[in-house]
């Protein structure tokens, strides 16, 4: 339950401290860029093909380098020259590095928070019962949590989106549809795999929390009194438990959306995305050519640090000022 | 409860964990898709070969029974053999282990070394410049995803700076050791250690941060508790609060954390080693994983999980061990 | 009359807090005599505890000493830090405040030691009882091998020193010698099976036996003045009254200075021989312990001993002070006595801030009330309604937060323990 104090803490640490204010900021921009990729972006990002005249991906503004490129059966050096039609450049099978940069925080954020809230789904209401009920059901709980604990997260993930592949699922672009931003992708690829996969390896740190506090709360007086009225127990969970138990639990989510988004940046880093637009991806196409064509991995990895940054500097700041005591902090 | 009786608990749970690794892998294996017979002998086998494989492997028998066998070949130490490779798996896992032990020690001292005077600085000059730079590293190092980190050091210190090699290690530390004890020369390594410096960052960074974090936020908690001052106030010099008794109390909790946290040093393992295209056991398993060679990525991963176990019963006893209020009898 | 040891003269503490700057302690003087105990007396959020932790030289951040000073009385230390500050020397004592603090911390423990109220959070509970109180001797035996040399007594013990401890077991901070001596500490003080005793860790130990352990520990340094703050608050009432009795023991045995901070006159009637009342960071009322429960001035004196239930006689109403703590905040304090929006007998000149009266009592009896000089005159009272103010009631628990007054609050002076006040001869 969020309460008045609660409320005004929140408030007060906020208005207090630069921090989370940069991260607002910066997530606000993100969500921003995000949702208006096709709008904001220069290119379709799938398009490919975006040469110089020599056959050669674009810099980004301000940069040249030199490519090596076939001429006549034979190597040679050539300068290249950035182009404002590029601003970030292109990579090395010529898509616009600047509107896969926009369409890859569609990506981050999707699995992030998709993930985190299916994970929310499935975490508390068994964290809550096993915390409530104790017992068996507890025990049986808290023997599942260790050995999906035992897993890292990481590995837990690739053996799964081994099982289950990586399908993605293709929603209409309301933007495109809408005629807003003609020659963009008509859907968005929303990786459905690997969402589940990374709430199925992240619902137990909620479990956990969740079993803590109703552990705790199912002592109160409050609680007692409810039982004694002959009160459901569905009814206490819901009435009672779930919101006094709320706190940690938002905080918890927070730090998770921040450990999901690096998780699929590593997945997709490892070949394992359900698309091609995620940031991850982007920077193992860029590791081959890091030596020539840094911009490549360097504007994605950019991206993430950011998201995750703005996530963090909010989850640091909702843990200050709401001070539950909880050690999840899985990646 | 003795410490005793502790271990004896601890120990039972693991095993318990470890049974139910080792289940969780078989059922993943049961329902993935793709048929092991001809996954192993690969595209374009004969029917014939591959149903007498079947038989021979026993993949036609129940599904209980499959089970069965497999955990009784676990318990004796029997992995099965790699799909692709056909070697045993136990040797592949084996031998893909020191340079994992390897990269995740250095990261740790790594982290140890930094994290904790970073931390301590931090806390005890709260709002200083000192703080606020340990607060920005460590913010960046939770932040940053390590397979780009790796890549952003490869760049700048390996290809611009020119500091660090970036290609496949030629020795490992068990070689170079050889190298010491036989000839009397540090040259192999002095090599290792250029080769395991970027690697070692990459792991490291981010539980240096981790670390730092924790520590700030843990010491800043415990320099408010009232022995501190009233240490303070019986003369003891500060070098002693801070050290013997504030940081030492600050430590213990952490420990735990650091013992749940192996299990993303080791998925962080698998990320560095594939950037750094270091010989350890993550690199085998994403190279397993790809192959849907399933022995092999089996093996793996209920070796990484019995070590996680152990490490995690040793941290708990170490635990028990520093702080006298649960340590009893 | 006995020579002072300790003189305080117009101290200032002041928290810098976000709600604003809180006068926890404000200009106040204390003159406290060689072998005397003199108590200090207060309701929470008083200032009481900021005293004995600014005497300590314990101020911590957002707190800060603003003004004044904290003389000492020793000779050798007098002659040990002449030449480096003369500025801070005025024959045999030294200013504390007017040298840097590495100097001032080479007093704590030899010098000045401290008892804290609640003794199970004043232990470290990772250590044992016995290598905690070793560390004490350990400080004193270090500070004594050559207690002339200023170098000997402010030179800290580095962070080399203490890596080099942890490696090599010889170079321990804490000796053999003090380990033993740790566990006479430990007898001295009443705890039975001294030897076993020391290698327990503080949970294993009960209340007042942690209490027993603490005051071994402030004596652990042969101090020349111990300042003790609610000693007995945390502790059981019949736990209390041993824990008095050892102190009131050892403080004969040693002829050591006692400060003893508390918020139970029963305590203060038991132990003391002089007396200050503390009210909104001032000492409003002191003297003799006579002066104060016999012939005091200040309604707010009075207030407090009417708090008291009296058993001698036959069921005497309580009369607990009307109102609430007074906020501490500066920018809600106003110029004027500070108790008179409590006080029934408040005049119009209350609305201005009194100064030092000498009262009625023996010559050392002081009272900072308009009431040492005037009758109280009803026509000049000032009306019921003037001191409305709604802010008012939020005020107490901010101050009590920030002015770092972990006290009980004043119905706690109902305890049985009180009634030892009979006591007195």
């Known amino acids: 339950m969020i309460s008045e104090r609660v409320k005004s803490n929140l408030k007060q640490t906020f208005a207090e401290s630069l921090l989370p204010k940069l991260g607002l900021v910066l997530l606000v921009s993100i969500v921003f860029m995000a949702l208006f990729a096709p709008v904001l972006a220069t290119h379709d990002p799938t398009r490919t093909g975006h040469y110089d005249e020599q056959g050669a991906p674009y810099p980004p503004l301000g940069h040249e380098y030199t490519a090596e490129i076939v001429q006549d059966g034979e190597i040679v050096e050539v300068p290249v020259e950035p182009t404002s039609e590029h601003i970030l450049g292109t990579n090395n099978v010529g898509q616009d590095v600047y509107s896969r940069f926009l369409y890859g925080a569609r990506i981050s954020l999707l699995v992030g928070f998709l993930g985190t809230g299916i994970a929310l789904l499935i975490g508390v209401p068994i964290g809550l019962i096993a915390g409530y009920y104790g017992g068996r059901v507890d025990d049986g709980l808290m023997r599942i949590a260790d050995t999906m604990l035992a897993f890292p997260a990481l590995v837990l993930a690739l053996a799964l989106l081994g099982v289950f592949g990586q399908s993605s699922i293709h929603v209409p672009d309301p933007l495109v549809i809408a005629g807003l931003a003609d020659g963009m992708p008509e859907s968005v690829p929303v990786p459905g795999t690997v969402i589940i996969v990374v709430a199925l390896v992240t619902w137990v740190w909620f479990a956990r929390v969740a079993r803590g506090e109703a552990l705790a709360i199912r002592n109160e007086e409050y609680v007692k009194a409810a039982k004694s009225f002959g009160t459901k127990d569905r009814t206490i969970l819901r009435k009672h438990v779930l919101p006094n138990s709320l706190t940690p639990i938002i905080v918890l989510a927070t730090i998770q959306v921040a450990a999901i988004i690096l998780l699929e940046a590593s997945l997709a880093y490892l070949g394992f995305s359900g698309t091609t637009l995620s940031w991850g991806y982007e920077i193992e196409r860029g590791q081959g050519i890091l030596r020539s064509r840094s911009w490549v991995s360097m504007v994605p990895g950019i991206g993430i640090v950011l998201t995750v940054i703005s996530v963090n500097l909010l989850g640091d700041w909702l843990r200050d000022a709401l001070d539950p005591n909880i050690e999840g902090e899985g990646r | 409860m003795t410490m005793g009786k502790f271990l004896v608990r601890r120990i039972l749970q693991g095993i318990f964990v470890i049974w139910g690794v080792i289940t969780v892998m078989f059922g993943l294996r049961a329902v993935s898709p793709g048929d092991p017979a001809t996954l192993m002998l690969g595209e374009g086998a004969t029917q014939e070969l591959i149903e007498r494989v079947r038989e021979q492997e026993g993949l036609n028998e129940p599904i209980y029974i499959q089970y069965f066998e497999y955990l009784q070949g676990m318990v004796v130490g029997d992995f099965g053999y790699s799909w692709r490779s056909n070697r045993e798996v136990e040797a592949m896992v084996i031998e893909r282990v020191p340079a994992t032990i390897e990269l995740a020690v250095a990261a740790t001292i790594v982290a140890i070394v930094i994290a904790i005077p970073l931390g301590v600085i931090s806390a005890t000059r709260r709002n200083e410049p000192a703080d606020y730079g340990a607060t920005l590293f460590s913010l960046l190092g939770i932040s940053t995803p390590n397979f780009w980190l790796g890549l952003m050091l490869i760049l700048v210190l390996g290809v611009w700076a020119g500091l660090f090699p970036t290609g496949r290690r030629p020795v490992g530390f068990g070689q170079a050791m050889m190298t010491l004890v036989q000839y009397g020369s540090v040259y192999d390594l002095l090599v290792w250690l250029q080769y395991i410096t970027l690697p070692a960052l990459t792991l490291g960074t981010y539980f240096t941060a981790l670390i730092t974090r924790l520590t700030r936020s843990g010491m800043v908690d415990e320099l408010g508790k009232e022995y501190v001052m009233a240490s303070r106030a019986k003369g003891l010099p500060a070098v002693l609060v801070r050290y013997k008794h504030v940081l030492r109390n600050t430590m213990i909790p952490i420990i735990t954390v650091l013992g749940l946290q192996l299990g993303t040093l080791l998925g962080g393992a698998v990320i560095t080693e594939t950037v750094f295209n270091w010989p350890g056991l993550g690199l085998r398993l994403v190279d397993a994983l790809g192959a849907r060679d399933w022995p092999l990525m089996q093996g793996i991963i209920v070796f990484i999980a019995i070590a996680f176990v152990t490490i995690n019963i040793v941290v708990d006893a170490l635990y028990n061990y520093l702080n006298p209020q649960v340590r009893e009898g | ?425």
């Open chain 3, 1 to 425: 009359m006995t020579e002072d040891i300790l003189r305080v003269t117009n101290l200032s503490t002041r928290f810098f807090t976000q709600e604003g700057q809180v006068n926890a302690v404000s200009s106040l003087d204390l003159r406290i005599e060689r072998g005397e105990i003199f108590g200090i007396v207060g309701e929470s959020g008083s200032g009481k505890s900021v005293t004995a932790r600014s005497i300590m030289d314990l101020i911590e951040s957002p707190g800060e000493i603003t003004s004044g000073t904290i003389e000492y009385r020793n000779a050798d230390f007098a002659a040990a830090v002449a030449d480096d500050y003369p500025d801070a020397v005025d024959g045999e004592f030294v200013d504390l405040l007017a040298v840097p603090e590495r100097v001032r911390q080479s007093l704590r423990g030899t010098s000045f030691s401290m008892i804290f109220q609640d003794p199970e959070s004043s232990f470290n509970p990772t250590l044992t009882v016995g290598e905690q109180l070793a560390e004490a001797v350990e400080v004193q035996r270090r500070a004594s091998a050559q207690p002339r040399s200023t170098s000997a007594r402010t030179n800290e013990y580095s962070f080399k020193n203490y890596l080099l401890s942890t490696v090599l077991s010889s170079q321990r901070y804490v000796s053999d010698e003090s380990r033993e001596r740790a566990i006479e500490l430990l007898e001295l003080v009443g705890i039975p099976d001294p030897v076993e005793r020391a290698d327990q860790y503080p949970h294993e130990y009960s209340g007042g036996m942690l209490q027993r352990a603490m005051i071994a520990q402030a004596l652990a340094g042969e101090p020349d003045v111990l300042v003790a703050d609610e000693p007995t608050t945390a502790l059981d009432v019949t736990i209390q009254a041993q824990i008095l009795d050892l102190l009131d023991e050892l403080q004969a045995e040693t002829e050591m200075t006692v400060l003893l901070i508390t918020h139970n006159l029963g305590v203060i009637a038991r132990m003391c021989d002089r007396v200050g009342v503390m009210y909104a960071g001032e000492i409003v009322e002191h003297g003799t312990l006579e002066d104060v429960f016999d012939n005091h001035v200040h309604p707010y004196t009075d207030g407090l001993l009417g708090s008291v239930p009296n058993l001698d006689g036959v069921a005497e109403r309580l009369q607990p002070i009307h109102g609430n703590v007074p906020s501490l905040l500066d920018h809600e304090m106003e110029d004027r006595c500070y108790f008179a929006d409590r006080c029934p007998k408040a005049m119009e000149d209350c609305l201005e801030h009194p100064q030092e009266f000498d009262a009625s009592g023996s010559e050392v009896h002081k009272v900072q009330c308009v009431l040492a000089e005037t009758e109280y005159d009803e026509s000049r009272a000032v009306p019921d309604d003037y001191f409305a103010d709604p802010a008012q009631d939020t005020t107490d628990k901010r101050a009590d937060r920030d002015g770092d007054e972990p006290d009980g609050p004043p119905q706690r002076a109902e305890s049985p323990i009180d009634s030892a006040g009979g006591d007195r001869q």
